[in-house]
């Protein structure tokens, strides 16, 4: 071996058996504008300047947007700043010089960019100088500034930097916060000498404390924050692809990069690392956060989820020259996210009689098979380090009945039960809207692990749609394409125009209107929409069958307000509660005088409705006539002896007729239209027969008539049948006694 060898591998010797190097000590100044962060770099560059490290380099927002924009008063986007702020650092750790970096840092997503997601060449010891200067100072200091900023502009900063639950402290990467009131030194510098002089104390005491605490994968801030706001953003967007409304190549990309993608817009550009979100995404699965409970197969019953077990520290990482978060520890972090976990599965999971915190930590224990110590204290600390602050609850309510995250409202038997009932909507009632609804959930029981046709529905429609499955008709609303974008028409309150097309395919017009809602009547669906109404405050309203209008296009520069939408469709509620069909008529003027309050012109739109029963057929229509207004419905009063019937308070307000084959009388307030022409009304009574006499309006009376004698004429003469009698089920259906005859006879006479 040469003697230069040997030296050399003495020296490398020598290296490896020295201590590890301190790390280097950069600076973070953070507090509104004009707090006093440029006097404080000043004088800290001084006093470290003259220790043995070589001097700091000062690196400034106001410089950088001076450099960027061309004026230090240009406030530009922040991360134009931020890009050049952070390539300097690197710069200047790469050289070995320490930084005292000054910004307002308001927001905790600037502060993580540098103090944890920033990547350095060597190992670098954050301290936090946070400036508490009252907001009422700021603004007088920064009057005598020669770049003063709006006051508005102050006024936000110190609202974001007093955010309690995201205010800076250790836990962001921080080997210390020093708290620092310029209003409270004359003399700055003697104050920051015996700071400087406390600090190294200060750390060595942190790192004692943070020495007893278990770390795992999701110590670091940025990467505990990063996993609860992923699971915020899950538990309201599912996936990421029913409520995803940007038009960007995000929607094509994957569920991490389209989560990367909006942790970023809300959160911040520190939160969007992809590569880390799809192993956050995948821890989830495994830990049962985003698959439903295993299934024992032996028993058939779910097998109870063990606690969360977080990923270990990676070995090859050392441990962070900072704080922790509030979940650093193993344990607390267990306990926060089983809690998450639990809420989940078990929305509004509670018990009665026993306090909520006493129930779930019973609960939690017994999931956690023992092996994590549960109390209603740490429960009550889970909730308040991690429910809370990061919006998985109101901070206003009690949770007394519970707790629910984002969309997770209803335990899974509960969601099955959902889907069968929109899936016999969409096939029975042939709603078009919920058939992309339906499938949609089912995909994801399915994904979840439920097998949706092992579970027999509990409820069916027995009716169904006459438009169910018509294919005839794809151009039409009930394509579910055009019930998808009508669906979001109306919950954006959009203008449309419709084609609409006739029952007897003679010809096509195109309407302009403000779709209201879809209404299932009878058979069929319908839609009330409300014209437009150019120069008036109230359009006419109208139903039309979805089979019958076709979409055209969708003005999406027209949205009106919610109140607007609103109102309209409180018109539309009156008119059918008024009508008892969806027959509207034609007139805007008669149809704002029948949802006005009672006036001269409402009387003048409404008419009435005067028919006499037999006991049958009064019994039935007794009952029917709730659907109309009470107000506008007068019954007769119980004939002496009747023993069955009852009167209905301030309803049965007419006397009966004793000598008359049709002895008790009904009365119906109804708009003009109605009796004219509405043919829900005439199939009611029609439907009566005989059972029932119309004495007012006659041009309906004779309109009955007619009806009874069309019937009639269907059948052979009486003399042609003249043994043959209608039997006494037909005459019962029909109203008609066996006194007076066959119902042929009386219809006949």
């Avoid at 999701?218 to 996993?227: D, K, P, Q, V």
């Avoid at 319908?526 to 109230?538: A, K, N």
Wanted: glycine share 8%.
């Amino acid at each position: 071996m040469t003697p230069s060898t040997a030296s050399t591998t003495a020296s490398q010797r020598r290296r490896s058996s020295d201590p590890p190097a301190r790390p280097l000590r950069c600076h973070l100044l953070i507090g509104p504008p004009a707090s006093g962060k440029s006097t404080l770099a000043r004088q800290l560059a001084a006093l470290l300047s003259g220790t043995e490290e070589p001097p700091p380099c000062y690196i400034s927002s106001r410089d950088i947007r001076a450099e960027i924009f061309g004026d230090r008063g240009v406030f530009g986007p922040w991360d134009d700043i931020a890009a050049v702020m952070h390539q300097r650092i690197q710069e200047a750790v790469g050289s070995g010089a320490p930084v005292i970096v000054e910004a307002t840092f308001s927001r905790r997503a600037w502060r993580l960019a540098i103090t944890q997601r920033l990547e350095l060449p060597v190992p670098v010891e954050w301290i936090g100088w946070w400036l508490r200067t009252p907001r009422e100072l700021c603004q007088q200091w920064n009057r005598r500034r020669d770049h003063s900023v709006p006051e508005q502009v102050i006024d936000n900063h110190v609202s974001l930097l007093a955010q309690a639950p995201f205010s800076h402290s250790r836990s962001e990467g921080f080997a210390a916060v020093v708290c620092v009131e310029p209003h409270h030194h004359e003399q700055l510098e003697p104050h920051l000498q015996v700071v400087l002089g406390k600090l190294e104390r200060r750390i060595s005491a942190a790192r004692n404390r943070d020495a007893r605490l278990i770390p795992h994968g999701y110590s670091r801030l940025l990467e505990c924050e990063r996993l609860l706001h992923l699971i915020q953003l899950l538990s309201r967007q599912p996936e990421l692809t029913a409520t995803n409304v940007q038009t960007s190549p995000e929607e094509s990309a994957g569920l991490a990069e389209r989560a990367a993608a909006l942790l970023a817009r809300t959160h911040g550009p520190c939160y969007a690392d992809v590569s880390a979100i799809a192993a956050d995404l995948d821890w989830l699965r495994q830990q049962g956060f985003t698959t439903t409970w295993r299934v024992n197969s032996e028993q058939g019953k779910p097998a109870p989820m063990r606690a969360v077990e977080p990923p270990p520290w990676p070995a090859k990482q050392p441990l962070s020259t900072g704080g922790w978060s509030a979940l650093g520890d193993r344990e607390a972090f267990c306990r926060a996210l089983t809690l998450l976990r639990h809420i989940l599965h078990h929305p509004f999971d509670r018990q009665e009689g026993v306090a909520i915190d006493h129930h779930l930590a019973a609960r939690l224990k017994t999931l956690s098979g023992g092996r994590h110590c549960w109390t209603p204290r740490q429960l009550h600390q889970s909730i308040t380090t991690v429910l809370t602050p990061y919006g998985f609850r109101d901070a206003a309510g009690s949770g007394r009945h519970g707790y629910a995250l984002g969309a997770s409202l209803l335990p899974l038997p509960l969601q099955v039960e959902i889907h069968g009932l929109l899936q016999a909507n969409a096939d029975r009632l042939g709603d078009p809207s919920v058939q992309a609804i339906a499938r949609e959930l089912g995909r994801r029981l399915q994904r979840s692990g439920i097998v949706i046709e092992a579970v027999p529905p509990v409820r069916a429609y027995f009716n169904r749609s006459l438009l169910a499955g018509d294919q005839r008709r794809s151009g039409t609303l009930l394509n579910t394409e055009q019930a998808e974008q009508l669906r979001g028409a109306i919950q954006q309150h959009q203008r449309v125009v419709f084609t609409t097309i006739a029952a007897s395919h003679a010809g096509l017009e195109e309407i302009r209107v403000w779709p209201l809602q879809l209404i299932f009547h009878t058979s069929a669906w319908y839609l009330l929409f409300e014209h437009d109404h150019i120069g008036q405050t109230e359009g006419l309203l109208a139903c039309r069958r979805i089979d019958q209008l076709g979409l055209r296009r969708i003005e999406t520069g027209s949205c009106r307000s919610q109140p607007s939408h609103a109102a309209a469709l409180l018109r539309g509620e009156t008119l059918q509660h008024c009508c008892g069909s969806l027959e509207f008529g034609d007139a805007l003027q008669a149809q704002q005088a029948v949802c006005g309050t009672p006036s001269e012109q409402r009387s003048k739109a409404m008419g009435t409705l005067q028919l006499s029963c037999d006991a049958t057929a009064f019994a039935l229509l007794r009952e029917e006539v709730r659907r109309f207004p009470a107000a506008a419905v007068r019954l007769s009063r119980p004939l002496p002896g009747d023993g069955v019937l009852s009167p209905l308070g301030e309803q049965a307000a007419l006397h009966p007729c004793s000598r008359s084959s049709h002895p008790y009388p009904v009365e119906i307030d109804l708009p003009l239209w109605t009796l004219e022409r509405d043919s829900d009304l005439r199939r009611w009574l029609y439907a009566l027969g005989g059972g029932v006499r119309i004495e007012s309006p006659l041009t309906l009376q004779r309109e009955h008539r007619y009806w009874l004698q069309s019937a009639l004429a269907a059948y052979p003469r009486r003399r042609e049948i003249k043994k043959q009698r209608v039997p006494k089920r037909l005459r019962q259906t029909a109203g008609a006694t066996g006194r007076r005859g066959t119902l042929l006879e009386k219809a006949e006479s």
